[in-house]
């Protein structure tokens, strides 16, 4: 249980660093970077699977390409839902998409 509020709080501090660092990413606070780890969380347990299965013929004809779009797809339903978090353009949409998937990474090897 620890471990997994150390996720959230490590991989929220590096998002919010991250909305510091991207122009095209706003982000209104620390809090706002928490809800928004719980909110792709949920996001990538119930949406990205049903997105994998639909897209499945598509990323073996891009050879895995497409999960970026399904990447981009779940970071700006996370945008629509949250107020308080907003991606401009798609360029910072993929960057930023991207860029959280190595903050996760990173997290998980520190933590495990």
């Known amino acids: 249980m620890l471990g997994f509020i150390l996720k959230i709080v490590l991989t929220a501090g590096l998002i919010y660093g991250l909305s510091m ?10 809090g706002s970077a928490i809800i928004l ?3 792709l969380g949920v996001l990538n347990a119930v949406v990205k699977p049903i997105l994998k299965i639909l897209g499945f ?4 004809l891009t050879l895995g390409l497409f999960l970026l779009v399904i990447n981009v797809i ?5 945008d629509f ?7 401009h353009g798609l360029l910072n949409t993929l960057l930023f998409s991207i860029a959280v ?11 495990d």
């Open 74 to 78: 779940i970071i700006k339903l996370a």
């Open 57 to 60: 013929p598509i990323t073996v």
């Open 37 to 39: 780890v719980l909110v």
């Open 21 to 30: 660092v991207l122009d095209g990413v706003v982000l209104g606070g620390y």
């Open 101 to 111: 998937s190595v903050v996760n990474s990173v997290v998980d090897l520190l933590i």
């Open 81 to 87: 839902l949250m107020t308080s978090f907003d991606v």
